[in-house]
């Protein structure tokens, strides 16, 4: 029997926001244990929160980015629950009336095809603090500097298919948040994490099946796969004729399987009600219309532009935007560039991003900048080398931080555009080869690349290559 997946996602994005969403303590990633917890955070009796106005701008923000509404009137609530490394016993979250319902993100499949994935809700809650199991001889440590900084969580709609299609949205989310500035994006540091919901059903059937929930999931490798295994295990135990029990799971990385941590709770467990300490929040629509002038061009606007002006495939655009940083980047280069698009394209997803990937590091750090990998690629437009040795020259830029002029005085790297030196070097292979100038002459064409080979190797890889072919195709055809 076939079954088709059913995935939707709860993503948890720490805000950027200096301070935290119910006091003045600070935000700041790395400090040491406790050292950024006050009263409000240690849910001391009598104390009182305050709503961060930062986070409701940066939620609203979000809200406007996806095409949701922005509601002018939501209300905190309190999310009752029991765990350590919670002090006051409840979570201040939303529940019945959200800042953002109803949005939409779309998402490029690998056959080309757009799919629009629906966002049910945003809501702003503060996160908690965090559990420490590693040298305290058999106990846990509590280090409060996390709890209460604000989190957006961004709920989807059951809309996702496979593994695959939850990484693509996943992403998405993540190049938004970080065009928007309201989030670092760092899933290393628990900045950005999800939990994924996970079913599996007959194709066909239109009732969900019973769902799985996967917690605490920081990585797009690591969510990837504890999806993939959770659809194999749910599939094995209803074809053993078992049922799928509805709970909470984790996953393991280290044996790469997800396992039960608790039964699942529903809404009412959490009894939740309205805070009584915050009142209901109401937006005006001019802080709204204040909040729209700040969206900056947006990662499918920019993705849309660069296919409309630049020529560049829908799978070029999506890649040069997926970060703002790498987006900016690009556009610096054709700047100084002056044109040719899809060369500076194929360079900054090529060449560079290699090079980034293999030294592990970003963008902004790059030993090579922008006009830099620009007066590279101004030789190869001007022929003064040839894209191959251009190659070797932005080894060379990496590794020493020269300029490509440089490199290409220094070691003599000029490609060789004389007609008439061309030629006798193809004259001398002809002379050195006769029997493959024979067979080319009786019918062999395959051997034309023999003698280009033959030429570029002779000239260093210098000749230049649209030279070689035609000066070659001329002097073969005797």
């Not at 509805?246 to 467990?269: I, M, V, W």
């Not at 002038?293 to 630049?310: I, S, V």
């Not at 220094?410 to 100038?437: C, F, H, W, Y």
């Amino acid at each position: 029997m076939p079954f088709e997946t059913v995935i939707g996602l709860e993503i948890h994005a720490q805000l950027a926001t200096k301070t935290k969403i119910f006091s003045t303590a600070s935000t700041a990633f790395g400090a040491a244990p406790n050292s950024q917890a006050n009263l409000v955070d240690l849910g001391y009796p009598g104390v009182l929160p305050v709503l961060n106005l930062e986070a409701v701008r940066m939620a609203a923000k979000f809200g406007l980015a996806i095409g949701a509404t922005v509601s002018q009137r939501s209300v905190f609530a309190r999310k009752n629950y029991f765990y350590p490394d919670l002090p006051k016993g409840y979570q201040i979250s939303q529940y019945e009336k959200p800042i953002v319902e109803k949005g939409r993100m779309d998402i490029l499949l690998e056959d080309g095809s757009v799919k629009t994935i629906g966002i049910t809700r945003a809501h702003l809650e503060e996160d908690a603090g965090k559990s420490l199991h590693e040298d305290f001889q058999g106990s846990s440590g509590i280090d409060l500097n996390r709890a209460g900084t604000p989190l957006l969580e961004i709920v989807s709609e059951p809309d996702m298919r496979s593994a695959k299609e939850a990484i693509a949205y996943l992403k998405k989310i993540h190049t938004l948040v970080r065009y928007l500035e309201i989030c670092d994006g760092n899933m290393q540091e628990g900045s950005f994490r999800c939990d994924a919901n996970v079913s599996v059903r007959p194709v066909g059937q239109e009732k969900f099946g019973t769902r799985c929930e996967i917690k605490n999931l920081n990585s797009f490798r690591f969510i990837e796969k504890a999806i993939n295994y959770e659809v194999a295990r749910q599939i094995e135990e209803i074809e053993a004729g078992r049922k799928i029990v509805q709970e909470t799971r984790l996953y393991d990385p280290d044996k790469g399987e997800t396992r039960a941590l608790r039964s699942k709770e529903e809404a009412n467990d959490y009894r939740y009600f309205p805070d009584p300490d915050l009142l209901p929040v109401v937006i005006e629509t001019a802080f709204i219309d204040t909040v729209r002038g700040t969206l900056p061009e947006l990662p499918d606007q920019k993705a849309a532009r660069y296919a409309e002006k630049f020529g560049l495939s829908a799978y070029d655009a999506s890649v040069l935007t997926a970060s703002r940083e790498m987006a900016d980047f690009y556009e610096a280069v054709l700047k100084e560039l002056g044109g040719n698009e899809k060369l500076a394209a194929n360079w900054v997803m090529g060449e560079l991003s290699g090079a980034l990937n293999k030294d592990s590091v970003e963008v902004t750090e790059s030993r090579v900048n922008a006009n830099r990998l620009a007066g590279l690629l101004k030789r190869i437009v001007d022929e003064t080398i040839s894209g191959k040795i251009a190659k070797e020259v932005f080894e060379q830029m990496w590794s020493e931080g020269a300029d490509a002029d440089a490199i290409i005085e220094a070691k003599g790297l000029k490609q060789i555009t004389d007609t008439s030196a061309i030629e006798k070097v193809i004259d001398d292979i002809m002379a050195a080869n006769p029997k493959q100038l024979a067979d080319y002459r009786s019918g062999k064409d395959k051997l034309f690349g023999f003698f280009v080979g033959q030429v570029m190797k002779s000239t260093g890889g210098k000749a230049n290559p649209g030279q070689v072919n035609d000066l070659l195709k001329a002097k073969l055809a005797g």
